[in-house]
């Protein structure tokens, strides 16, 4: 199977033979090359042919304002004059302050210490340590297991991949993995949130003095499928985790930073006090609007407390070298900059906008489970068949478009420029793509 495009091989060819790259099956990526981009700018990426790509996806979900964004841009030129990084042990510097003070009062205080790495799955595995260590550090050592939900993600790192249940990821290293307790996860398609609070419940109630902490994906689990459930069943999570005593990460590294709606999705259950929120909330992804690699922690007082002591081997010991880096940081008051000046409100004006110009694809005779939340839209095709996603990802290529579905379930969670111009070549070449796809079914 050909690229849509011709290209020049050097590129493509030299990447083939020096660059093993993610989530790749790299005997199939020889007939499959890797799309050689040249540069970005705002929603569109340009291969080194010329050929322009609307970025569906965000490029993994990062590119909150689209590519070359200056705002975020000039923000790294003017840190990179001054200090580009320095280690965050033992030294500080204002980017960072600053950033760990904005985020804490977005949560009104209650998670006002931030812990920071490079990356989701770090941001995943620091959460998990701090948790077990908190605990035993006030004298409950036998609180060392965790509770992720059926088909949630999150990375793809030996920890992060014990609290992952999805089997292309994970079984291949499952010899090496923790235990961890699979709950039933909740989806507003199935009307099962109840259902999955119940067995929350049930396990807690038999295994809480065990148990750590419970991971989450607020609102939707993204590698699953892009499935959806409510704030009503964080609200019933919370409680049930304050109930029993077991600490609650919301993992917020895809959802976070506006996606949804709101800055935090955790937001959306209308938190009244520091109780309300969860003990840690883990951010990355978008965080830096894909510009350069950081990942934050942030945890509650207690959680925090629990490490306070002159001893050293009460302390969290745990470090990267890149650990707080300044670039990083000054890119990511710049969007935090974005967000003061009224983006979340934006991103919801967009979200409607995108409903409408799609609305016409949920009627497609291959379309099924049409479902959104905030600038992410998604469906199911029916009788998707063998390598769809593959198939349909060449597909809209071929209309402008760079989209990688997740199986059969096709979803837009594009940059946040989003007007009645963008949204309506989005709904234009996703049909476009789905017809050529089915037609030949």
């Known amino acids: 199977m050909s690229s849509p495009h011709p290209q020049p091989a050097s590129l493509a060819r030299r990447s083939l033979d020096a660059v093993?790259?993610?989530?790749?099956?790299?005997?199939?990526?020889?007939?499959?090359?890797?799309?050689?981009?040249?540069?970005?700018?705002?929603?569109?990426?340009?291969?080194?042919?010329g050929q322009r790509y609307f970025d569906a996806n965000s490029s993994w979900w990062v590119n909150l304002f689209g590519h070359s964004d200056a705002g975020v841009h000039n923000a790294i030129r003017e840190q990179l004059g001054t200090l580009p990084h320095v280690m965050l042990?033992?030294?500080?510097?204002?980017?960072?302050?600053?950033?760990?003070?904005?985020?804490?009062?977005?949560?009104?205080?209650?998670?006002?210490?931030?812990?920071?790495?490079?990356?989701?799955?770090?941001?995943?595995?620091?959460?998990?340590?701090?948790?077990?260590?908190?605990?035993?550090?006030?004298?409950?050592?036998?609180?060392?297991e965790f509770v992720c939900l059926q088909n949630g993600y999150h990375g793809e790192t030996i920890g992060a991949l014990a609290v992952t249940d999805v089997a292309?990821?994970?079984?291949?290293?499952?010899?090496l993995l923790m235990r961890a307790h699979t709950v039933e996860s909740p989806d507003e398609s199935r009307g099962n949130e109840a259902a999955a609070l119940a067995a929350m419940r049930a396990l807690l109630a038999e295994r809480a003095e065990h148990i750590a902490a419970v991971i989450v994906e607020p609102l939707v689990q993204g590698a699953a499928g892009m499935v959806m459930h409510g704030p009503g069943y964080l609200r019933g999570l919370r409680a049930l985790?304050?109930?029993?005593?077991?600490?609650?990460?919301?993992?917020?590294?895809?959802?976070?930073?506006?996606?949804?709606?709101?800055?935090?999705?955790?937001?959306?259950?209308?938190?009244?006090?520091?109780?309300?929120?969860?003990?840690?909330?883990?951010?990355?992804?978008?965080?830096?609007?894909?510009?350069?690699?950081?990942?934050?922690?942030?945890?509650?007082?207690a959680v925090y407390r629990a490490f306070w002591s002159e001893d050293v081997g009460r302390g969290f010991?745990?470090?990267?070298?890149?650990?707080?880096?300044?670039?990083?940081?000054?890119?990511?008051?710049?969007?935090?900059?974005?967000?003061?000046?009224?983006?979340?409100?934006?991103?919801?004006?967009?979200?409607?906008?995108?409903?409408?110009?799609?609305?016409?694809?949920?009627?497609?005779?291959?379309?099924?489970?049409?479902?959104?939340?905030?600038?992410?839209?998604?469906?199911?095709?029916?009788?998707?068949?063998?390598?769809?996603s593959?198939?349909?990802?060449?597909?809209?290529?071929?209309?402008?478009?760079?989209?990688?579905?997740?199986?059969?379930?096709?979803?837009?969670?594009?940059?946040?420029l989003i007007d009645d111009e963008s949204a309506a070549f989005l709904a234009r070449a996703v049909a476009a793509a789905l017809d050529d796809v089915t037609a030949k079914d």
């Not at 989530?23 to 990426?45: D, F, K, S, V, Y």
């Not at 593959?390 to 837009?412: K, N, Q, W």
């Open 390 to 416: 593959e198939r349909f990802h060449l597909a809209a290529r071929r209309h402008g478009l760079l989209i990688r579905p997740i199986g059969a379930t096709v979803y837009l969670m594009p940059p946040y």
């Open 241 to 301: 985790t304050r109930e029993f005593g077991v600490h609650l990460i919301a993992d917020e590294i895809a959802v976070g930073c506006g996606r949804t709606g709101t800055f935090f999705a955790w937001e959306q259950t209308e938190p009244t006090g520091p109780a309300d929120w969860p003990d840690f909330i883990l951010l990355s992804k978008g965080i830096t609007a894909g510009t350069l690699p950081l990942s934050l922690v942030l945890s509650s007082e």
């Open 317 to 388: 010991l745990h470090s990267h070298s890149y650990t707080g880096n300044a670039l990083a940081c000054a890119a990511a008051n710049a969007v935090l900059d974005r967000f003061d000046a009224g983006q979340a409100e934006r991103v919801r004006v967009q979200a409607a906008c995108l409903a409408t110009h799609c609305a016409p694809l949920a009627t497609h005779t291959r379309v099924r489970h049409w479902r959104q939340r905030g600038l992410i839209l998604a469906f199911d095709v029916a009788e998707a068949g063998a390598g769809f």
């Open 89 to 144: 042990a033992g030294c500080t510097h204002e980017p960072a302050v600053r950033l760990a003070e904005r985020l804490g009062a977005r949560t009104g205080g209650a998670l006002g210490h931030a812990f920071f790495a490079s990356d989701g799955a770090s941001a995943v595995e620091i959460a998990l340590k701090q948790s077990f260590h908190s605990w035993r550090n006030l004298g409950q050592a036998q609180r060392r």
């Open 20 to 49: 093993w790259h993610p989530c790749t099956q790299m005997a199939r990526a020889e007939h499959l090359p890797p799309l050689a981009i040249a540069r970005g700018n705002g929603p569109w990426l340009e291969d080194t042919a």
């Open 168 to 175: 292309v990821f994970r079984d291949a290293y499952d010899p």
